[in-house]
Nanobody, 122 residues
Framework: QAQLVESGGGLVQPGGSLRLSCVDSGRTFSSYAMGWFRQAPGKEREFVAAISWSRSNTYYADSVKSRFTISRDIAKNTVYLQMNSLKPEDTAVYYC???????????????WGQGTQVTVSS
């Protein structure tokens, strides 16, 4: 069972960068595909990025492609989301998620973290 805890959120100016981390304290991290979602005020939660358990496949929402990079360190049970060229519309609570496959984690994750706030503002 995955137990996900995010960190790394905060306030950043437009054009800046942040790196989010998500640690899985469960013992099955390497067997799950991992993903990131976000939810802005008044909007539905949306998919951001996903990475396969083998790290060989990554997927991104069109809105973040070429600006965000998802990666994972299996030895540290951690998945990262490097966010560059941030825009005010990236402001949201960002959630880590785990699922059996990249398709599953991008649509119906099995596990969720508690979320971390990212605010992009001058």
């Amino acid at each position: 069972q995955a137990q996900l805890v995010e960190s790394g959120g905060g306030l950043v100016q437009p054009g800046g960068s942040l790196r989010l981390s998500c640690v899985d304290s469960g013992r099955t991290f390497s067997s799950y595909a991992m993903g990131w979602f976000r939810q802005a005020p008044g909007k539905e939660r949306e998919f951001v990025a996903a990475i396969s358990w083998s790290r060989s496949n990554t997927y991104y929402a069109d809105s973040v492609k070429s600006r965000f990079t998802i990666s994972r360190d299996i030895a540290k049970n951690t998945v990262y989301l490097q966010m560059n060229s941030l825009k005010p519309e990236d402001t949201a609570v960002y959630y880590c998620a785990a699922g059996d496959t990249t398709v599953a984690v991008s649509t119906r994750p099995n596990y969720w973290g508690q979320g971390t706030q990212v605010t992009v503002s001058s």
